[in-house]
Nanobody, 121 residues
Framework: QVQLVESGGGSVQDGGSLTISCSAS?????MAWFRQAPGTEREAVAV???????EYGQAVKGRFTISQDDAENTLYLQMNNLKPEDTAMYYC??????????????????WGKGTLVTISS
């Protein structure tokens, strides 16, 4: 059974930086970060495909960077210039090797339990 485990969440002040990680139990075709704040719908943050191509949600473009360490099956999200509106539970998501499509709108097969990121003003 595929497991995705996020880590690295915490509290940061407005304008600060934070990097969160996701460890996958096996090699994934497509990996992504989503977030959900209380009372809001889940939002796609960033995705990375097997070629390394990345795509970002409009709200985080230019501030967040998604990357992966293929050897370690680990996904990262470096977040800079954080704002209070970035406060949310951040979830790692992935598609297995049978997938053939990977972008922000792609439905994911596997999900982690999330890591909480809180930005204080």
């Amino acid at each position: 059974q595929v497991q995705l485990v996020e880590s690295g969440g915490g509290s940061v002040q407005d304008g600060g930086s934070l990097t969160i990680s996701c460890s996958a139990s096996e090699d994934m075709y497509c990996m992504a970060w989503f977030r959900q704040a209380p009372g809001t719908e889940r939002e796609a943050v960033a995705v990375i495909d097997p070629t390394g191509r990345t795509e970002y949600g409009q709200a985080v473009k230019g501030r967040f960077t998604i990357s992966q360490d293929d050897a370690e099956n680990t996904l990262y999200l470096q977040m800079n210039n954080l704002k209070p509106e970035d406060t949310a539970m951040y979830y790692c998501a992935a598609l297995g090797p049978a997938a053939d499509h990977c972008d922000l709108g792609t439905g994911m097969d596997y999900w982690g339990k999330g890591t909480l990121v809180t930005i204080s003003s």
